[in-house]
Nanobody, 116 residues
């Protein structure tokens, strides 16, 4: 069974940094496009960043220049380095895996809270 487990969330002051991890199992990790999404209370889930099997990256405008998505295929792990955090970054962050046009897989989410 495919499982994605996020970790690394927590409480941080504005301007601080946090590194999220997503461990994958039950899949051939290196074949998947991976992504980070987030959802704040009362808002829609939104794309934060993606990274393809070939290493190409894409970022939401809100994340550009502050966040870095990366992957370690040997460890079956996806990362999101978040710097210069703002209160508006507060959300539940989800890991996503997708291959081709197949159904995507989602993790359970990890909470990131940025205080003023």
């Amino acid at each position: 069974q495919v499982q994605l487990v996020e970790s690394g969330g927590g409480l941080v002051q504005a301007g601080g940094s946090l590194r999220l991890s997503c461990g994958a199992s039950g899949m051939i990790f290196r074949f998947y496009t991976m992504g980070w999404y987030r959802q704040a209370p009362g808002k829609q889930r939104e794309l934060v960043a993606t990274i393809t099997s070939g290493g190409g990256t894409n970022y939401a405008d809100s994340a550009k220049g502050r966040f870095t998505i990366s992957r370690d295929n040997a460890k079956n792990t996806l990362y999101l380095q978040m710097n210069s955090l703002k209160p508006e970054d507060t959300a539940l962050y989800y890991c996503k895996a997708a291959a081709g046009f197949q159904t995507a897989y989602w993790g359970q989410g990890t909470q990131v809270t940025v205080s003023s």
